[in-house]
């Protein structure tokens, strides 16, 4: 007999109100994609309940009834949004796939998880913090190019043609920006020019890492194509380049860390990580996602796909983990 499963999620909006982001609602999930999990789900003998927001989740609080949750819900503001649905969760001491609300909160802000990165030799691009509107401290020992990024942001919310900066002046501007759009204090980082990849682990004691995937890295900005257009009105497609012919001692080295990574930030279950590369192939941790996009056109589907595992096993191999990391399997 099958498991009675919550699915906790965030529906992505178009609405906007004045002065709000363009990207504001880029970490939500399409109904599509919610749909396309809760079908998986349901394949593999389970009975799916529907919850919704973290929103949804407390008003549901006294009348909830199931034996685990999978939660994809992101939920929209502050660096510890996503953890929002993993406390209710262990306030009620329900099971749920992914990592804790430790570690969601930590891997969301960028500047932690690098101190992390950092303290357990995973290389990351140097960087400073500002955090004052007009006013940039320029630190010692840093040159231009910058990046400038939000500092707990995901889905490269906050991340344009405009984000590389080489300049003083154009570094004001995109901090100014970062500090009074999205009302949090801006990463700046040496921005790694060369080459970008991602790899996806599911697991726990004995994880899959998943192949290792180039990005399309645009020449005139030199960022991934994975980023917002200057109309701001809509993704630009993901497009991935050599997927399976990367050199194997690189990748071999990428997925050292991105293991590393997942353990030092104490993920659970699934996740992905993505790197930088230099033209000297010395590799760079970006950031470790563990609430990454589960779309059918994101990196896992289509390297599950690559992998010969159809999109319904690869959404219950990360169940899976989940129930043995709990003994319900």
């Excluded at 080459?195 to 900005?221: M, S, Y």
Aim: aromatic share 8%; charged share 25%; glycine share 8%.
């Amino acid at each position: 007999m099958g498991l009675l499963v919550g699915l906790t999620f965030d529906v992505k909006s178009h609405k906007l109100s004045s002065g709000s982001p363009c990207d504001l609602w880029a970490e939500h999930d399409s109904e599509e994609t919610i749909s396309a999990v809760e079908e998986a789900l349901n394949s593999g003998g389970n009975r799916v309940i529907p919850i919704g927001s973290s929103e949804q989740l407390l008003a549901k609080l006294n009348s909830l009834k199931c034996d685990i949750v999978f939660n994809i819900a992101e939920s929209l503001s502050g660096r510890n949004r996503e953890s929002e649905v993993p406390v209710l969760l262990d306030i009620l001491g329900i099971p749920y796939s992914g990592s804790d609300a430790l570690t969601l909160s930590i891997a969301l802000d960028k500047i932690i998880s690098k101190k992390i990165f950092m303290y357990h030799n995973i290389p990351t691009p140097k960087y400073f913090e500002c955090a004052e509107y007009g006013r940039v401290a320029f630190p010692k020992g840093f040159n231009f190019p910058l990046i400038v990024k939000p500092r707990y942001e995901g889905s490269a919310k906050g991340i344009g043609p405009d984000s590389v900066v080489r300049d003083t002046a154009s570094l004001g501007k995109q901090v100014n920006k970062i500090i009074k759009r999205y009302r949090q204090p801006a990463l700046v980082e040496k921005f790694i020019d060369g080459w970008e990849f991602t790899v996806g682990i599911i697991g726990n004691r004995n994880p899959v890492i998943l192949p290792v995937v180039q990005r399309h890295v645009e020449k005139k900005t030199g960022l991934s194509s994975h980023i917002f257009n200057k109309s701001c009105m809509a993704k630009r497609g993901l497009k991935y380049r050599d997927l399976l012919d990367i050199d194997a001692e690189l990748e071999g080295r990428i997925k050292k860390l991105a293991l590393e990574a997942f353990g030092g930030l104490e993920c659970r279950d699934f996740a992905r990580i993505d790197f930088r590369v230099n033209l000297k192939k010395q590799i760079y941790a970006l950031e470790i996602n563990p609430l990454p996009s589960l779309a059918r056109d994101d990196y896992f589907a289509m390297v599950a796909e690559l992998m010969g595992i159809s999109y319904e096993r690869m959404i219950n191999m990360m169940f899976e983990a989940a129930l043995d990391r709990y003994g319900l399997h």
